[in-house]
């Protein structure tokens, strides 16, 4: 057993050795990979979120006929937990843009440092968990309100960025040649990108049995650091495997009637893309 375990590292070894060797220079076909490149990337993503403080506020003078109480109502939940929805079972028998997927258009620049510009969209689902226990502060229909509360979606609260947190980013990039294969065809690369921009939520929120799916919109700004490896292949194909840190600030969400919402949150993604590269 030591001898085939012995005898198989040997062989990823020679084999990984053959492939690549460590000729980083600006070799002429170099040029022709990555540099001066327009290129599009599809792929997907897997998320991680922090807890947030979610501050729901209505200013509105309108009543409840029955109850004959003010439907004004200015509250934060403390410390909600979420969780995301990936959805990628159902990649093979559904629409592409149903589980969290990312794309890129970027162009890389004819330049030493390799350096490059892309528009970075990921598309997140924030899915608050339903029946947390969380402290309750403010005000809700003219009553004061400062406990732990269940929230419970059928008669209090459920909130959701599930058509999309969605983060769309200007990015910067730096991109570091680690190994080239001998035939000049194969290329694995770190990258590192930098950047900011706005959030574009759909929200659906259910708020006192009310449930609405509201529209697209701005409602915020977030920034990000990702890193990770890309590998090139014969020319035109990569495949880009990373991880990114986002910090996301919703500053205007959209909830029920005239109501709106802000929280923030810090994001953690795993992300995996295929890639068309065109150079010029």
Known sequence: MKKITLITSSSILLFTTHLFS?????????????????????????????????????????????????????????????????????????????????????????????????????????????????HVEGTIHGQEINQDTLISPKDFLHFEHSDGGNFLMLNFIKRQRLLVSNDKKHWL?????????????RTEVTLFGENLNNKFHIAGYCMGLEAGLRYDAFKYVFIEYTAKGAFANYTNVLVIGQGKANHHFWAFENILSLGFQFPI
């Open 22 to 134: 460590q000729d980083i220079c600006d070799c002429p076909s170099q040029s022709k990979i990555g540099k001066r490149t327009f290129y599009f990337s599809w792929g997907y993503n897997k998320d991680w979120f922090s807890k947030s403080d979610i501050h729901f506020k209505n200013t509105t003078t309108a009543y409840d006929q029955q109850k004959g109480t003010p439907q004004s109502y200015d509250f934060t939940i403390y410390d909600a937990e979420a969780t995301d929805r990936p959805g990628f079972k159902d990649i093979p028998r559904t629409d592409l843009t149903i589980p969290q997927y990312v794309y890129r258009l970027g162009y890389y620049f004819n330049n030493k440092k390799d350096l490059g510009i892309e528009i970075n969209f990921d598309h997140i689902k924030y899915i608050m968990k339903d029946y947390q226990t969380l």
């Open 189 to 201: 690369s770190g990258i590192v990108k930098i950047g900011a921009g706005p959030v574009i939520p």
